[in-house]
């Protein structure tokens, strides 16, 4: 993951290597503050005085150069602080495509370690981000579902290979080791900041609509929206490519099983908005069309 940038760096490449531009950027712009108020009440009350004027006039224009005064430099800080915002809003932009970059390969990692279909995680992440924005999500619930689905899987990494390319069905035993898989998950995005927010799919994507899921059983709408969303597209997926443990199911099975799931495994009012969506969200999940 990149590393932030030391405070202040991001000027000193921009305007030189001086002094003052080195400085972080809110003590630049008080520094630049002072000296031009300084400067202003030096000259501007030295103008007046020259002219000589009576009490009442120079009262006047006093008034009226401090109003102006206020008026310039609410402009003058206006302008800075944009400029300054704008500028850490392009570095955070880079920090997070980074970070982003670099959840990528190592997802794409996942999957061959998996032995997951080529592109599974992407196509998931892709499918899931444009069902979100069809159930109203945006903004920063949009990135998480984004980040979420990415590393929906994250906990399998703690998982022994032996379990997980199995290519028959596991015993009782190595069920309850899998299944403990979006508790690692959840404890692994824990300790990164910006990834908690996305904790939901991976700790929630096995919950089931009745109750009966895993890992804490939750009902209905105690399952978080992004992973009753995931979950949907997650099965979809499964059926619809081959696993080390099964073939690919026909198209229309899938769309049968997704249709008598809901109500019992999936929210049937999500398994209703994915079936509206169909065609244009598989022509995303396999990259024909652009998510956004």
Not at 133 to 160: C, N, T
Not at 233 to 249: H, I
């Amino acid at each position: 993951m990149l590393r932030p940038f030391p405070a202040g760096w991001e000027f000193g490449g921009e305007w030189g290597a001086g002094g003052l531009v080195r400085l972080k950027p809110q003590i630049r712009i008080v520094l630049i503050y002072v000296l031009l108020a300084w400067l202003w009440v030096f000259f501007s009350d030295r103008l007046l005085f020259s002219f000589n004027y009576d009490k009442h006039t120079l009262s006047m224009l006093h008034s009226a150069k401090g109003g102006f005064f206020v008026l310039c430099t609410g402009i003058l800080l206006y302008w800075m602080i944009d400029r300054a915002m704008k500028r850490m809003d392009r570095l955070n932009h880079l920090l997070l495509t980074g970070n982003e970059q670099s959840l990528r390969a190592l997802v794409s990692a996942m999957d061959v370690r998996h032995k997951e279909t080529r592109d599974h995680s992407e196509r998931v992440m892709r499918m899931t981000v444009a069902l979100a924005r069809r159930a109203g999500l945006d903004g920063d619930a949009l990135r998480h579902v984004r980040f979420g689905a990415l590393l929906h899987d994250i906990g399998k990494l703690a998982l022994p290979d032996a379990i997980l390319i199995k290519p028959g069905p596991l015993t009782p035993e190595e069920v309850t080791v899998m299944r403990t898989h979006p508790i690692l998950g959840r404890d692994l995005l824990m300790r990164t900041a910006f990834l908690r927010p996305a904790v939901d799919i991976p700790y929630a994507h096995h919950e089931r609509w009745d109750g009966t899921g895993y890992p804490r059983g939750l009902r209905g709408e105690e399952i978080p929206l992004a992973a009753r969303l995931f979950s949907v597209v997650d099965v979809w997926d499964a059926l619809s490519f081959p696993r080390v443990y099964k073939p690919a199911w026909p198209e229309q099975e899938v769309l049968d099983y997704l249709r008598n799931a809901a109500g019992s495994q999936l929210d049937p009012q999500i398994v209703a908005l994915f079936l509206e969506h169909y065609d244009e969200l598989k022509a995303i999940g396999m990259d024909e069309l652009s998510p956004d």
